[in-house]
């Protein structure tokens, strides 16, 4: 079957993740030629409107056959939908729903080869120098290297024990561009395959995190990423936050002001503030020894009601995958916990009522052990921190969930001496100065990256070598077929003037600067561009700020040919 694939004019095969351009469903300006990220529609490159070179930046693109192998996908629409159909009530709504979105419109076969040399060959005479799209490859690898580790350890049959057991249950955690190809043509795949593999229970789909309400970016140093959150703050600070903003449902933005609030409200001032008056009381109050609990008045029947309540909801939470509803209900039964305490008031009773005391303390105990064990699965060091100060000396990870509830069987545990808060605030300047570090709305620290980026030194002779010239532009006009390049012919006092390129034309319109005297440097070896000659380069700058604006150096009151020292 032939497919389209454009060609450029240095003679090279685009492949179609090589080439950009608007979606012609949602408009988006930077689709990629195999799919839209902004609405996840699969395309076909040709489809694309303005399509452009992701190498060159050209847009003289030619559209040619090239043979492919496809994946025959409306012969599985019945099947597919039926499958997607028996997921309706277990998936997350973005996954179904994208999946759905396909079926709506119909299956279309998809190519599965590429003209691509990286990649894996097609093992297929007639298509051997091409490779396999890597969304047909990349998840036959998850069997793949499940296999390999199986060999490792000695029992090769064993990722069967995976792939092909009926009580496997596979579940699939992606980003949703990723998603059609988990929910659609990888099934479509396998179930063409009829070789017994199982298929996905569920595929959690989420939807973006954005940073501080923008995409987050490496090259424009948006974001925070791993090796320096982990300096930052210690991982389960971390985890909590990105848990409770977890694009579940929609995209979310991280947020540094949410950050500290998630931090300083949640963590510190409730899990971290129940756990440190309890620990606090048995030792100040109890020689730190678990006191023994008396008869029960309506707050502590009430309060264990409610955790055994909370231990089933997070459960049920659990085993359908909504982590972000279960973290939500474990924070809102912290906040219980400290109710519970100050209502109880043992600072109170210890005077007027020591039975009542000894109650508090002692269930209080029991619930900072259910908060270790309910917060295990989402900060896990802060749930082995919490045992520790407690006196326990099992693994909580190792702890059963249904030990969540216990009671009664710690009396007389001798607890931490001397606990140390939790969580550490973070106070505002310090968010600040994190705004400032990691590029939020303003992002000056961009000015200090580039300053510490200062070249190695260089002579005054080297510099010397640099021949800078004043240049007055004659002619300017943008070459056709190109993005951002402009021919310029410019005036350096010589016989003849020069022709010079330059990609500014996202920046200026061309005739802005006839007539303008710009500095050119004048030695530099000629270079072709786009099959254009170029015998210099103008002087431009990049701004700080942002790194893809320009602004051309211009001088006045001098000839053509001045030099520049
Ligand atoms: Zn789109």
């Known amino acids: 079957m032939p497919n389209y694939i454009p060609l450029i004019d240095d003679q090279r095969f685009l492949p179609d993740r090589f080439v950009t351009g608007t979606c012609p469903h949602c408009g988006y300006e930077r689709a990629r030629g195999d799919q839209c990220e902004q609405c996840t529609t699969l395309l076909d490159a040709a489809e694309l409107i303005n399509p452009c070179s992701v190498i060159s930046d050209s847009t003289n693109i030619e559209i040619r056959t090239s043979k492919h192998l496809f994946l025959d996908l409306p012969q599985m629409q019945y099947r597919i939908s039926a499958w997607i159909e028996s997921k309706r009530k277990i998936w997350p709504k973005t996954s179904y729903s994208i999946a759905k979105k396909w079926l709506t419109e119909g299956l279309k076969g998809r190519a599965i080869t590429r003209d691509l040399k990286w990649g894996i060959p097609v093992p297929l005479d007639g298509y051997r120098d091409k490779v396999f799209y890597v969304w047909f490859d990349a998840p036959i690898g998850y069997i793949g290297i499940s296999m ?17 057991d009926l009580n496997t249950k596979l579940y699939q955690f992606i980003g949703k561009d990723n998603v059609p190809f988990h929910t659609v043509t990888w099934p479509a795949t396998m179930m063409g395959a009829d070789d017994g593999f199982v298929l996905a229970h569920i595929v959690k789909g989420f939807e973006f995190l954005n940073f501080e309400g923008d995409k987050f970016s490496t090259s424009l140093h948006r974001g925070v990423f791993t090796d320096d959150a982990l300096k930052e703050f210690p991982p ?18 991280f947020q540094w002001t949410g950050f500290q609030q998630a931090i300083n409200r949640d963590l510190s001032d409730s899990l971290g503030n129940f756990v440190h008056r309890t620990l606090t009381f048995i030792n100040t109050h109890f020689t730190g020894k678990v006191p023994e609990c008396g008869p029960f008045e309506p707050p502590d029947t009430a309060i264990l009601n409610k955790l055994d309540q909370i231990r089933q909801d997070v459960q049920s939470l659990l085993n359908e995958v909504e982590f972000q509803k279960a973290i939500k209900t474990i924070r809102n039964f912290w906040a219980d916990c400290n109710a519970y305490f100050q209502e109880k008031a043992p600072w109170k009773a210890i005077k007027e009522n020591i039975t009542s005391a000894k109650t508090t303390l002692n269930i209080s105990f029991t619930l900072c052990k259910a908060l270790a064990i309910l917060g295990a ?26 030990s969540i509830s216990a009671q009664g069987v710690f009396v007389g545990t001798q607890i931490h001496p001397n606990p140390k808060p939790l969580f550490q605030k973070i106070d505002s300047d310090q968010i600040e100065a994190l705004q400032r570090r990691y590029g939020g709305k303003e992002a000056p620290e961009i000015i200090e990256k580039k300053e510490e980026k200062i070249l190695p030194l260089i002579t005054y002779n080297d510099f010397m070598k640099v021949e800078l010239r004043v240049g007055k532009i004659l002619e300017a006009e943008k070459v056709k077929g190109t993005k951002k390049l402009i021919r310029l012919i410019v005036d350096l006092g010589e016989k003849e003037p020069r022709q010079i390129m330059t990609g500014l034309a996202d920046q200026y319109d061309p005739s802005s600067l006839v007539q303008k005297m710009v500095i050119v440097v004048a030695n530099l070896q000629p270079r072709k561009i786009h099959g254009l000659e170029s015998h210099g380069m103008l002087l431009a700058i990049e701004h700080a700020d942002k790194s893809d604006k320009y602004t051309v150096v211009m001088t006045e009151g001098v000839p053509p040919g001045s030099r520049v020292l």
């Open 236 to 253: 389960d600070y971390w985890r909590y936050y990105l848990m409770v903003i977890a694009p579940e449902r929609h995209d979310t933005d």
């Open 148 to 164: 390999e580790w199986a060999k490792q350890k000695g029992d090769p049959d064993r990722w069967k024990w995976y792939w092909k």
């Open 377 to 402: 699965p989402f900060i896990p060091g802060t749930a082995v921190k919490i045992y520790e100060y407690l006196g326990l000396e099992q693994d909580v990870h190792s702890e059963r969930w249904d």
